[in-house]
C-alpha cells in the first residue's frame, strides 16, 4: 500500500507521517516512511542543490525533482511495495504538479507526463491533503527558509488551490484533512482516514 501525503510547506504532514507510521507499526504492519527530495543518497544531494545552492532555473528543477524520484522509486518505493510493506511518503508527483506545474507556470500536463515516465506510472493507493490556509502556513515557517519556502505569498496561495484543485478532480484518490485542529485531532483524522484503504489491504492479504 502506497499512501502519500501532499500539502504547502509549514501544513505539519511531517509530524503527521511519523504519527501515522507510530500506529500502523503498533497494528503490526511494516511501515517505511520516506521523503521527495531527499529519500535516498543521491536524492540528499538532488535536494540539496534544489533548497540550498542558489538560484536554479524552474525547467532544471523540475528536471531535478523528477529525477530524484526516478531514484526515489526504483530504489525504495517500489522495493518496499514488493515485499508488502506500507509506504508512506512524504511528497510525491503532485507536488511537482502543484510547485513547478502551476506555482512555476510549467504546465501541469508536461510535469504529470515527466514524472509518469520517471516513476514508470507508479501512482499512490492514498493521497492525504494536509490542508492549512496560507497564511497559517507561511508563518507556522518562521525564518530560517530555503529556496522554495522564501518564495512570495501568491506563489504559496497558488500551490494551496492548485493540491485543492486536484483533490477535488480525483475524490477517490484523495481525502482533505484540515491541518489547522491540533496535531492529535489531525492525526485522528489521518487514521479514520486510512480506514478503507487497510481494510483493501487486509481483503487482499486474506484472498491470497
Ligand atoms: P519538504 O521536504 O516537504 O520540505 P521541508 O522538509 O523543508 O519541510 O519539501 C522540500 C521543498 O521542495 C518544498 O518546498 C516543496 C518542494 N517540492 C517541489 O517544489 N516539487 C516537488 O516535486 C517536491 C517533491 C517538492
Known amino acids: 500500500m502506497f499512501i502519500t501525503f501532499e500539502g504547502d ?8 507521517i511519523l504519527r501515522l507510521a507510530e500506529s500502523l507499526r503498533s497494528a503490526g504492519y511494516e511501515v517505511v516512511t520516506t521523503q521527495e527530495p531527499g529519500g535516498t543518497a543521491v536524492g540528499k544531494q ?3 542543490v534544489l533548497l540550498h545552492s542558489g538560484d536554479v532555473s524552474p525547467k532544471a528543477e523540475a528536471l531535478l525533482y523528477a529525477a530524484d524520484r526516478a531514484h526515489h522509486v ?3 518505493v517500489r522495493p518496499a511495495l514488493e ?3 506500507v509506504v508512506l511518503a512524504d511528497r510525491y508527483i503532485d507536488s511537482s504538479i502543484a ?3 502551476v506555482a512555476r507556470a510549467l504546465g501541469t500536463d508536461e510535469i504529470r507526463s515527466l514524472s509518469t515516465w520517471a516513476t514508470g506510472g507508479l501512482l499512490p493507493d492514498l493521497t492525504i491533503l494536509v490542508d492549512v490556509p496560507t497564511s497559517v502556513s507561511m508563518a507556522r515557517l518562521g525564518q530560517n527558509h530555503d529556496r522554495i519556502e522564501s518564495t512570495g505569498f501568491a506563489f504559496h496561495a497558488a500551490v494551496r488551490q492548485e493540491f485543492l484543485a486536484l483533490a477535488a478532480a480525483e475524490p477517490e484518490r484523495w481525502v ?4 489547522s485542529k491540533s496535531v492529535d485531532d489531525v492525526a485522528a483524522a489521518v487514521r479514520r482516514s486510512i480506514a478503507p484503504v487497510l ?3 487486509e481483503e487482499r492479504k ?3
Do not use: C, E, S
Open 9 to 16: 510547506d509549514g501544513t505539519g504532514k511531517t509530524t503527521q
Open 46 to 48: 538532488i535536494r540539496h
Open 74 to 76: 526504483d530504489t525504495v
Open 83 to 85: 515485499r508488502g510493506a
Open 99 to 101: 510547485y513547478q506545474g
Open 176 to 179: 482533505v484533512i484540515d491541518g
Open 199 to 201: 481494510a483493501r489491504l
Open 206 to 208: 486474506t484472498g491470497q
